[in-house]
Nanobody, 119 residues
Framework: QVQVVESGGGLVQAGGSLRLSCAAS????????MGWYRQFPGKQRELVAG???????NYANSVKGRFTISRDNAKNTVYLQMNSLKPEDTAVYYC?????????????WGQGTQVTVSS
């Protein structure tokens, strides 16, 4: 059983900051990439930021320079520091963990956390 649990969402004013956390636990032999997607109402999920086990990161153009992703491999935890938040960042944020074992790669998802940025 694998669990991916997010925390840190909430309501913030434009220009403010939030930090999201996501911890993966359970039977995952090896964790590769971790990261965050977000979903706007009526839209598909879009990648926000990802980080592989070696530390290389990638970001959506819309968040570059404002969001920073990091991870603690020892804790199987990924973080998303969000600064200079804008109302258009309002969405449900989902954490993902890519685990591998026995030649298979599986993506595990968290339940989502709401981020609301007021103008």
């Amino acid at each position: 059983q694998v669990q991916v649990v997010e925390s840190g969402g909430g309501l913030v004013q434009a220009g403010g900051s939030l930090r999201l956390s996501c911890a993966a636990s359970g039977s995952i032999p090896s964790i590769n990439a971790m990261g965050w997607y977000r979903q706007f109402p009526g839209k598909q999920r879009e990648l926000v930021a990802g980080i592989i086990s070696g530390g290389r990161t990638n970001y959506a153009n819309s968040v570059k320079g404002r969001f920073t992703i990091s991870r603690d491999n020892a804790k199987n935890t990924v973080y998303l520091q969000m600064n200079s938040l804008k109302p258009e960042d309002t969405a449900v944020y989902y954490c993902y963990t890519d685990g591998s074992g026995a030649g298979l790669m599986v993506r595990y998802w968290g339940q989502g956390t709401q981020v609301t940025v007021s103008s």
